[in-house]
């Protein structure tokens, strides 16, 4: 049993659909992630937040949107993907100070058509 | 530019062999050592980690062997069982902030 929890596991959808992706931790940490993991290709680190602050945006394209109402809930909006964004996306958790390892939910796995 | 880099891509091991997966980095300041592992339908779960300031850490089968002035680390995974088939990442990050770097995977196959 994953104390970080993902919804929904699967999702199929087209290039004009606005979705979101869910994420919520149980594990009472304060720094939460979105990662991309692509075929063959090293985690890809998309958005931190930690203590429900944005610190981290590496470059990802606006049409993703994310959003940390509070520390254990973070999402992921998605609007006008292409089918490049087609992808395995992971929510992980961990504690801010020092080295913490992080906590993967199971992920949503992502069809863009 | 990729700052840890992975080998090889894929292992197939005969059961109860060693598997091994190795390890490199740029960065200096790294200083933890995650390894983890993937089932397939599952996200990555922390399996053993280091520290630089230890060469070796083992826990059961599997120990890391570290290599500070080669900025190399590796994965060993003694009496290998098909139970371990799964794919293995290295991750390196820095004290001040937890930023991982990761590298791509290493898919592992044990034949019984």
């Known amino acids: 049993e994953t104390g970080v929890t993902q919804t929904p596991r699967h999702l199929v959808m087209g290039m004009t659909n606005k979705k979101s992706l869910k994420c919520e931790q149980h594990?009472?940490?304060?720094?939460m992630y979105w990662y991309k993991q692509s075929a063959k290709k090293p985690l890809e680190l998309m958005f931190v937040?930690?203590?429900?602050?944005?610190?981290e945006n590496n470059s990802v394209p606006s049409r993703f949107s994310p959003e940390c109402p509070n520390s254990s809930h973070l999402f992921l909006h998605l609007h006008t993907l292409q089918p490049e964004d087609s992808a395995l996306y992971l929510c992980?958790?961990?504690?801010?100070?020092?080295?913490?390892?992080?906590?993967f939910g199971n992920g949503t796995r992502l069809t863009v058509t | 530019q990729q700052q840890v880099k992975q080998s090889p891509q894929s292992l197939i091991v005969q059961k109860g062999g060693i598997s091994i997966i190795n390890c490199a980095y740029e960065n200096t300041a790294f200083d933890y050592f995650p390894w983890y592992q993937q089932f397939p339908g599952k996200g990555p779960a922390l399996l053993i980690a280091?520290?630089?300031?230890?060469s070796e850490k083992k826990e059961g089968r599997f120990t890391i062997s570290f290599n500070k002035s080669a900025k190399q680390f590796s994965l060993h995974i003694m009496d290998s069982q098909p139970g371990d088939s799964a794919t293995y990442f290295c991750a390196a990050s820095k004290h001040n902030f937890n930023k991982f770097y990761f590298g791509s995977g290493t898919k592992l196959n044990v034949k019984p």
């Open positions: 992980a958790s961990s504690q801010r100070s020092g080295n913490s390892p992080l906590h």
């Open positions: 594990l009472g940490h304060n720094a």
């Open positions: 280091i520290r630089p300031d230890v």
């Open positions: 937040y930690s203590l429900e602050e944005r610190v």
